[in-house]
C-alpha cells in the first residue's frame, strides 16, 4: 500500500497548468484532424459513444454528451444526412427512436483514430522509451484516482 502525501501547492499547480495547456493542444490539433474528415468534435464524440454503447436512444447519446436534447437531435439530424447514423424507431414503442452507426460512420471513426495516433506517436517519438513508459505510467496512476473520487 502506498502511503498518501499532501502535494506541495506548487507541483498541483503545474500539473494542472499542463493538463490544461495540453488538453487545448491536443483539442486544437483533433479538431484540425476531424476537419479532414468533414467532422465536428461533437459529431466524432457522438460517433465513438454510438460505436461505444452500440444502438443507443438519442436521450441516452444526449446525457452521455452533456448536450440539451434539441442540440444532440441537430447534432444526430448532420450526422444522418452524411449518412454516418440512422435513427431506427422502437418496434413496441414508436416514440423511442435509437441510433446506429453506419458502415460510413464507422469507416470515419477509424480513420479519424489513426489519425490522431499517427500525430500523438509523432510526438511521443521525439522521447525516450524510458520517458514514454513513465509518461504512461504517470498517467493511467493518476487516471485511476481520478476515476475513483
Known sequence: M???????????FQVEKLLRVMNKLVRRRSRRILGE???????????????E??????GDLSNRLYLAYSTTTDLVDRMERN????????ENDRRVVRLR??????EML?????ARRRYLGS??????ASETDV????????HSHMVAE
Request: aromatic share 4%; no cysteine.
Open 123 to 128: 510526438v511521443l517519438g521525439k522521447m525516450t
Open 135 to 142: 509518461l504512461v505510467t504517470a498517467l493511467s496512476v493518476l
Open 2 to 12: 502506498t502511503m498518501m502525501h499532501t502535494p506541495d501547492e506548487e507541483k498541483v
Open 110 to 114: 477509424r480513420e479519424a483514430m489513426l
Open 53 to 58: 454503447h452500440g444502438e443507443i436512444t438519442v
Open 83 to 90: 449518412s454516418l447514423v440512422e435513427r431506427i424507431r422502437d
Open 101 to 106: 452507426i453506419l458502415e460510413r460512420g464507422q
Open 37 to 51: 474528415f468533414g467532422i465536428t468534435p461533437p459529431q466524432f464524440e457522438a460517433l465513438l459513444a454510438v460505436r
